[in-house]
């Protein structure tokens, strides 16, 4: 299946954030699910089970300046194997203005057995733009070994690389549930805050598993690994609770 | 390989590597490194994230720095790149003291011209980009660099475990030999890449690298740096 969904975020001039253009495609259905304090909220709603060895999904954001957009999917995305072994793909490319804001919270990407998945994402943030961006990757349903799953991240700030993380798992990684990667966790996650008007952080220790990070540009990064989703879910709402109901 | 580039990948080379387990020390004390087939699953790990990153960013830094005329631009980006892949400020620290510290004993070793061509970092350059800048003024090839750098991502916690751990010398040898081909992968894939533009070289990471760098950073008292 190939689809291609594009949302665009703008200031509506009275203090607020209108969508100037939502174009679903199946299974990238979205949906405008809340408008509060200024921000639009919208769930991406996924019309069928995957993403499914052979899709290539591309999703394109755009917040405009002084827009503020929270994007959020219902349910964990389930990669699946194709019956040839097929890749599937996901890519998101996503611009954030001068003074937008756009918090990315989707629910975690479960790595099924056997499946064959690589979600890339882009990030290019203007100057003066911030940014909520949580990942969340579970190997495996209960009880399985998950296949071949690749999430690689580029943020940009101002033109600069600001993260770039590629984290690979499965049969094809070598080493990767080892004492160097994720010894032997089933859930790793992170959660990168770009929030160019606060003061840096302070590294910090949130538990044996995990730690908030400053970046050596104007952001911070927290990344752990845990047991369970949930125990990964504190971890990455720990440190911000501001934002675990937004 | 050379008798030079056998010189800069020795771990005798002073540039102060020994002093870095690179994770290793952390593994340990979390319990999760207590012996030989542990530390081939760590070893495998590293390779394969900050082997990979290190090698391409090494083997890339040589190419600009002995081919370009005018590199000092394009190596201030690949250092900003591994600052991008290093979210850890404990390995960035870690890193750029290395990185200094090797560039020191290699500008002493190779007097090399070439190296004026780049300006002077303030906090040291990011240890794969002092490789390269280093490889560079030794004559070395971008593949000896790759090579070297991979090399580097094996030995230095192969050699931490023997210490931290007693381990059976030999036995961390077969290990390395067993390891080899890996390793010769690792750096014959980052001579493929090192003429990609740098925004995209390798970006591989693992989580607890960033975790244990993080909770060693705090301990205080430790038998390696990092």
Redesign the interface.
Known sequence: MRAHARLSAEADGRGGTRLSRLRAESPLLLRQTGATGGTVTVHLVGGAAGPLGGDDLRLDVAVGPGAALCLRTVAASIALPGRRGERSQYTVSVTVAAGGVLHWLPEPTVAAAACHHAALATVDLEQGASLVWRDELICGRHGEQPGDLTV?T??RYAG?????????IGPG???????????GARA?G?LLRVAPHEPPVA?R?LG????W?????PAA?I???ADTSQRLRDYLDAALPALADT | MDTTALLLADGRFPSGGHAHSAGLEAAVAAGQVNGLPELETFLRGRLATAGRVAAAFAAATRRVAADEPEPAATVTLLDEELDARTASPALRRASRRQGRALLRAGRATWPAPLLNRVPAHPDGYHHPVALGLTAAAAGLSPADAALIGAYGVLTGPASAAVRLLGLDPYGTQALLARLAGACDAVARAAVADAALPPADLPAHTAPLADIHAENHATWEVRLFAS
């Open positions: 690689s580029r943020v600069r690389a600001l993260l770039h993380q590629t984290l690979e990684a070598d080493g990767w549930s080892g004492p160097g990667v994720l010894g790793t992170s590294p220790l044996p598993t995990a730690v990070m400053p970046l050596a540009g990064l990344t752990a690994t």
